[in-house]
Each structure stands twice: as C-alpha cells, then as structure tokens.
C-alpha cells in the first residue's frame, strides 16, 4: 500500500515538473518574439496606427480607413474596433451595452473623401494637431456675402464707437489705444471680443483656425475687469463681467468641488450649474468640430478686489459677508439657490469661475429663442409628449423649420448633450438676421458632466427616434472612436491649456468614450433596419478644402 502511495506521488510530482517547464518554455518564446519586435518596430499589435516618428519599422502598409476614405458601412458605425484600422483596445459595444457585435452590411457606398491625416499623434499636444489638420477638420465653407455675415466692420465700429465713445484701453502692462482706430490696415488692432464678433457668419461662430478665438481666451483670464452686476433672469446665480476695454463676459461661480457627483435622486432642473461644465462644453463643441459654443474659460477671481468693490449693483453689493470659517461670501440674488445657506466663498477671499465671452449687443444682432421640440416637461410627475409617443419625430419632421436641415442640427445637438450629460436643453437661439438657413448656438452648458457613473439614455431620444445624422458628424465621430483621436485623451490635452486645469477628472473624460460608443451603436442599428441613405445625409453645399476654413 505503501509503495502504491509512492508511486502515485512520484507520477504526480513528475507531473506538475513537466507543466512547470512547458510553462517557462512559452513564456520564454513569447518574451523572445517581443523582444524581436521591438528591435524591428514591430509592436506586436495589428492595429492601424504608426510607430511613433523616428522608429523603423517593418510592418507592411495598410490600406486607408474608413474614415480616411469616406467609406462608411454598418460595422464600423456600430463598433470601431471592428475596423481592421481601428485600435487594439476600443471597447465593443457588446461589452457595454450587451448587444450583438455584427450587422448586415447594406451595401451602400458614398463619394470618397480623399486624403488622410499627415501624421499619426504620440505625445503631448501633437494628437489635438493632428485633428484639426485633418481633412474632416478643414472644409471651405461657400463664399460669404453679405447676408452671410453677422454685420461689416463698419456699422459695428459705428454702433460700439456710439455705444462708448472712442475710448482707450491697454491690455495688462501694454500703452494705451484707441478702441476702435480710425484708418488701420487691419482689424488685428481690435479688441479680441469684438474680432471674434467680426467672424461669426452663417456657417459657424468662429473659424476652424480662428486667432481671435485664441487672443480671446486669453485676455478673459487677465483683462481687468472694469464693473460687475447680477445678469438678470434665471435660476442661479450669475454675474456679467464687463472689461475696461468694453468687452463682457457671463461669470458663473463654482459651486460644486470637481469629484462631487449630482446625486441620483435629484431632479435635472434643480441641479446645479458647474462652472467647470461651462469650459469643458466649449472644448468638447471645438473638438466635436460643431464651432457652435461662444469661447469659455477658467478664472480665479478676487470676491473682494474685483467683485465686491467694484460692483454697483445693490442687489449684489448687501449679499456679501464673512463666514465662520473667516472666508469672504456672498449669494446674489436669483430664483434658486441665493440664500445665506448656499453661499458662495472664497478660499479665503479668491473663488474660481468660468467666463464665458458675449456675443454681439441684441441691438446690433438680434437673436431669436426656439423651444426645443425634445423639451423635458420640467415636472416632477407629468412626462414630455416624446416620453410616451414613438412617432413623436414623424410630427416634428412635418412641422418648419424641422422639414429641412435644422432637423440635423438638433441632432448634432442632441449628440453633444448626451456626452455631457446634459438634461437641461430647454431652448436654444439662432440669429435672426440668417433665417432658419443658420446653425445652432449651443448655449447653456453648466448642467452637463454632473455624473460620470450614469449615461441617460432618454438624451439619446431625438437620434433613436428620427435614426438621421449628417455624414461630417458620422465621420468625425468615427475618427474620435480610433485610438489615435481618442475623445477623452483629445479632451484632456485642449482642456489642460485652461487656467483652471483640470478642468474635468479622469472618470468625466473615460465617460466621454463611452458614451461616444453608444451613440456609433445607435446609427449603426438605425443604418441595418432603414438603410444607410436613410440615415446619413450628406452636408449641404460641402466642398473640400485645404486649411482656410
């Protein structure tokens, strides 16, 4: 029995001896084959993208992608990774959402887009490069006449010259200029806030490569501010800025510490307003390549030495004290969350804000308010008609200016508030002055990015319902789902050029790609039940071009 017991442990030891060394011999061949790889520039991985500058390499090249070439099919809409160019690591949406992976292809091929992107980005700022030199990015827009621009330079240098006289100014350290100079040869002389007002158009807010945008950002964050009161209307608190040089800026105080999430159990339109949300918004549209958000950024401001004691408005000016804590507060006046019990304070007496740019006087450019049809019902209990009609997007499609290309601008909208997070969409505005041929002003941002542990469908409910997108937007989502765009990363790098960075944590920016996952699932599903050309409209007027735009 003895020796039975022997020989059993004999052959098991002998056993587990053999599997040892199989093991070490696969791990040893495996080390060696990466090590090979490496000193070829070989990685190892299939994916799409280049070695970084610099490094041979010996892959074999690939064909371009998708989104490269314009070719767009039903899988790579549902799932990048699904893409022979898209990245190792994307995830799947049967991960996310646990739905299949496949569809159908239909079959339907659109005109090319030709070119690709110079170069494939590492580090640093070079991937936010990259995609905006990308042809995607670069577009000519039709040529602008004169009921294409906002207005000439010559009635707004008459209104504002009116409006304030020819006064002077100075940036911070800088002699003194005329506001509005007489006989220049360029419009560079101007203040920053009134070249960006000079560039809206028809088309956009600002160029693709706008350095009034730039020059702006900026000078909101050290121009000095000349008076402050309380903007009038809404639920929480905000304050007008107005510069010495005569430029206004709409300040929103932070109100939430960036790793507080808006609990479950409260109701979207008792949220707060974050200040961070206000920024970010403007980065995402930028990256989005919508063009549809006045420029936003961060601030640290003095509560005292450039609020209280320069503000004239009494209604501000009584609200101000100290706390226990011996920091200076105060809370304004507005109809939520102005009370002594939601005070704002300074740490002790410095508060940061985001300051988001004017856009031209009503005066000089009048702008219309629309309520949107995918309005919630703002009641605790009652639901929107689209909550409990299905073919709520039928009526909406029959009725003007929903039976042409606004349709898809709400869509574009309702894309850039479901990667928010944003359920506070209410209304938006136009400029009058351009009919209903125009875009979207996508205004009001400070509800978004509230959770990052939650992706609420119901903001989704436009595009599930109408399954319409234009072909631009498609593809720019595309090419933001590929490993070298990657939304989160590209998000992270604009945003860290703020004042305030950073601006968004990490689990706000990861969202960012998971919900930008859910919505390629969503057009892929419309594409296998309607059709592709049901789905993707082309862009009207669309011509390619090189950087001018």
């Known amino acids: 029995m003895v020796s039975l017991r022997k020989i059993r442990l004999f052959i098991l030891v002998f056993f587990l001896i053999v599997c040892t060394m199989h093991i070490i011999m696969n791990l040893l061949f495996t080390l060696e084959k990466q090590t090979a790889g490496l000193t070829t520039g070989d990685t190892g991985c299939s994916c799409a993208h280049k070695p970084i500058a610099g490094t041979p390499s010996r892959a074999k090249p690939r064909g371009r992608s998708a989104v490269d070439s314009g070719r767009t099919d039903t899988n790579f809409i549902h799932d990048p990774s699904n893409n022979p160019s898209s990245n190792c690591t994307s995830l799947s949406m049967k991960n996310i959402a646990g739905q299949p992976e496949q569809y159908a292809h239909e079959g339907e091929h659109k005109t090319p887009i030709k070119g690709t992107s110079k170069h494939v980005p590492v ?7 990259a995609l905006y030199d990308h042809p995607l990015y670069n577009k000519t827009l039709p040529a602008l006449a004169d009921e294409d621009t906002l207005f000439s330079v010559n009635s707004a240098t008459t209104f504002y010259s009116q409006a304030h006289g020819n006064q002077r100014w100075a940036r911070e350290g800088d002699k003194e200029e005329d506001l509005f100079p007489v006989g220049m040869s360029t419009i560079d002389s101007y203040p920053s806030w009134f070249r960006f007002h ?3 158009n028809r088309y956009e807010l600002y160029a693709r490569h706008s350095s009034a945008v730039d020059d702006l950002l900026g000078d909101l964050v050290v121009h000095r501010i000349g008076n402050v009161a309380i903007k009038p209307g809404g639920t929480q608190l905000k304050l007008i800025l107005r510069f010495q040089n005569y430029g206004q800026a709409l300040f929103k105080p932070m109100k939430q510490a960036r790793d507080q999430e808006t609990p479950p159990d409260i109701f979207y339109f008792s949220d707060f307003e974050r200040h961070n949300a206000e920024i970010a918004a403007f980065h995402l549209d930028r990256i989005l390549g919508f063009r549809r958000v006045p420029p936003a950024a961060g601030r640290l401001v003095s509560i005292t030495k450039e609020i209280r004691d320069l503000t004239h ?8 004290f100290i706390s226990p804590a011996n920091n200076t507060c105060f809370y304004g ?23 988001s740019a004017f856009l031209p006087d009503l005066v000089l450019a009048k702008r219309r308010t629309w309520r949107n049809p995918w309005r919630r019902s703002y009641h605790k209990r009652k639901a929107a008609e689209w909550e409990i009609n299905p073919n709520y997007c039928d009526k909406v499609r029959r009725t003007p200016p929903y039976d042409g290309p606004r349709l898809l601008d709400i869509m574009d909208m309702t894309i850039f508030d479901f990667l928010m997070g944003n359920m506070d969409r209410h209304h938006y505005e136009t400029f009058e002055k351009f009919g209903n041929k125009t875009f979207i002003i996508h205004l009001d941002n400070g509800r978004g990015f509230g959770r990052h542990s939650h992706d609420e469908a119901s903001i989704l409910a436009p595009l599930s319902q109408c399954c319409r997108v234009r072909r ?11 490993e070298e765009y990657q939304l989160s990363v590209l998000m992270s790098e604009s945003l860290r050029k703020d004042r305030l960075a950073p601006v968004l944590l990490q689990p706000h920016l990861d969202a960012l790609d998971r919900r930008l996952q859910q919505v390629l699932w969503l057009l892929g599903d419309c594409v296998r039940k309607t059709g592709y050309s049901l789905v993707v409209e082309d862009d009207v007027g669309e011509r390619r071009a090189g950087r001018g735009s």
């Not at 580090?123 to 490069?129: C, M, N, S, V, Y």
């Not at 408005?313 to 101000?320: A, C, G, P, V």
């Not at 102005?338 to 940061?352: D, F, I, K, N």
């Not at 631009?472 to 590929?482: E, N």
């Open 198 to 200: 000079l560039g809206i």
């Open 313 to 320: 408005d009494k209604k501000l000016r009584r609200t101000f």
């Open 123 to 129: 580090d640093g700022f070079q991937r936010l490069a």
């Open 472 to 482: 631009s937007t498609l593809l720019r989502l595309q090419l933001l789902a590929k």
């Open 333 to 355: 006046e507005c109809s939520y969350y102005c009370s002594v019990e939601h005070a704002l304070c300074g740490t002790p007496e410095h508060m940061e804000g985001s300051l």
